[in-house]
C-alpha cells in the first residue's frame, strides 16, 4: 500500500522560510512534484522532476522555491524561501506507480502572514 506523508507546513511570515518534506512508502517509481491549492483555487503545479532528471518550476516560485528528492530513502523536499502572501495554500505532494497511477500525501498547510 503506498503512503505519502507531508510536513513541515506552518505560519511564517512575509520573508520568510519553509522546508517541506514527504516521505512515500510501498511499490512506486518516484515521488514527482509539488502541487498546491488555496482556497477557492484549483490545484496546481509548484515543482516537479523531469524525465531526464532536472527540475521544472511554475514562474511564480522560480527563484524561491528548490525541489529536492533522495532517491534511495523515498522522501522529496520543497524548499521555500522568500515567502510570499500568495503562497498561502495546502501543499501536496505526488508520486507515480508502476501503472501511470498518481498517488496523493494528505497535504500540509503553509500560511504567510504579511
Known amino acids: 500500500q503506498v503512503q505519502l506523508v507531508e510536513s513541515g507546513g506552518g505560519l511564517v511570515q512575509a520573508g520568510g522560510s519553509l522546508r517541506l518534506s514527504c516521505a512515500a512508502s510501498?511499490?512506486?517509481?518516484?515521488?514527482n512534484a509539488w502541487y498546491r491549492q488555496a482556497p477557492g483555487k484549483q490545484r496546481e503545479l509548484v515543482a516537479s522532476f523531469t524525465r531526464g532528471g532536472n527540475t521544472n518550476y511554475a514562474d511564480s516560485v522560480k527563484g524561491r522555491f528548490t525541489i529536492s528528492r533522495d532517491i534511495t530513502n523515498n522522501t522529496a523536499y520543497l524548499q521555500m524561501n522568500s515567502l510570499e502572501r500568495e503562497d498561502t495554500a495546502v501543499y501536496y505532494c505526488?508520486?507515480?506507480?508502476?501503472?501511470?497511477?498518481?498517488?496523493w500525501g494528505q497535504g500540509t498547510q503553509v500560511t504567510v502572514s504579511s
Open positions: 510501498g511499490n512506486i517509481l518516484g515521488i
Open positions: 505526488n508520486a507515480r506507480g508502476y501503472f501511470g497511477n498518481d498517488y
